[in-house]
T-cell receptor, first 113, second 115 residues
Framework: DQQVKQNSPSLSVQEGRISILNCDYT??????FLWYKKYPAEGPTFLISISSIKDKNEDGRFTVFLNKSAKHLSLHIVPSQPGDSAVYFCAATSGGSNYKLTFGKGTLLTVNP | EAGVVQSPRYKIIEKKQPVAFWCNPI?????LYWYLQNLGQGPELLIR????????DSQLPKDRFSAERLKGVDSTLKIQPAELGDSAVYLCASSLSPQGGDTQYFGPGTRLTVL
């Protein structure tokens, strides 16, 4: 039973446009959500996070939105750049601790010049 | 600041052979994690250490997998004997502590191929 779902295996956008990556979760105990970015042959790197007490968190070109009632979060990248091409993982945790991350399967984002 | 170091980066072995992976976390990070990442999947936690203590090893297949972090710094993950299904990327991560949303920093991983 997958508790964190990224239903789009891949996404392709044009440079300068908005990229929207989606994530759904089933466990209502999750209270902290993170996005990680992964380049080939590298480990995942932390990108942005959001607590369940918020519905939006912004960091430069990256914004994460959380809809608790729908158990849905999304990552917006504006404007998208070719260097953003990577696999993006959504992750969630509960109990106020960051240690037990449950990851989705990831979405491969390709930003075309 | 140096990141999480893992070695080897790639390992090819035959089934039933033993294999070991090594991880050196970021200096000062007390918490160390080992993850397994199968192809097309997200990372899954195998074991978490707080200093020398394995505080969560509930997902570690203890019949063939073992791990240690003897001095609370470096860690080794071992598989003996390896099976075909163990082919995956093994990721090590570290954080200052698991509390307060401390970020986990990942190493590049070891890609294991079992023939």
């Amino acid at each position: 039973d997958q508790q964190v779902k990224q239903n789009s295996p891949s996404l392709s956008v044009q440079e300068g446009r908005i990229s929207i990556l989606n994530c759904d979760y089933t466990n209502s105990m999750f209270d902290y959500f993170l996005w990680y970015k992964k380049y080939p042959a590298e480990g995942p790197t932390f990108l942005i996070s959001i607590s369940s007490i918020k519905d939006k968190n912004e960091d430069g070109r990256f914004t994460v939105f959380l809809n608790k009632s729908a158990k849905h979060l999304s990552l917006h990248i504006v404007p998208s750049q070719p260097g953003d091409s990577a696999v993006y993982f959504c992750a969630a945790t509960s109990g106020g601790s960051n240690y037990k991350l449950t990851f989705g399967k990831g979405t491969l984002l390709t930003v075309n010049p | 600041e140096a990141g999480v170091v893992q070695s080897p980066r790639y390992k090819i072995i035959e089934k039933k052979q033993p294999v070991a992976f090594w991880c050196n976390p970021i200096s000062g990070h007390n918490t160390l994690y080992w993850y397994l990442q199968n192809l097309g999947q997200g990372p899954e936690l195998l074991i978490r250490y707080e200093n020398e203590e394995a505080v969560d090893d509930s997902q570690l297949p203890k019949d063939r997998f073992s791990a240690e972090r003897l001095k609370g710094v470096d860690s080794t993950l071992k598989i003996q004997p390896a099976e075909l299904g163990d082919s995956a990327v093994y990721l090590c991560a570290s954080s200052l502590s698991p509390q307060g949303g401390d970020t986990q920093y990942f190493g590049p991983g070891t890609r294991l191929t079992v023939l």
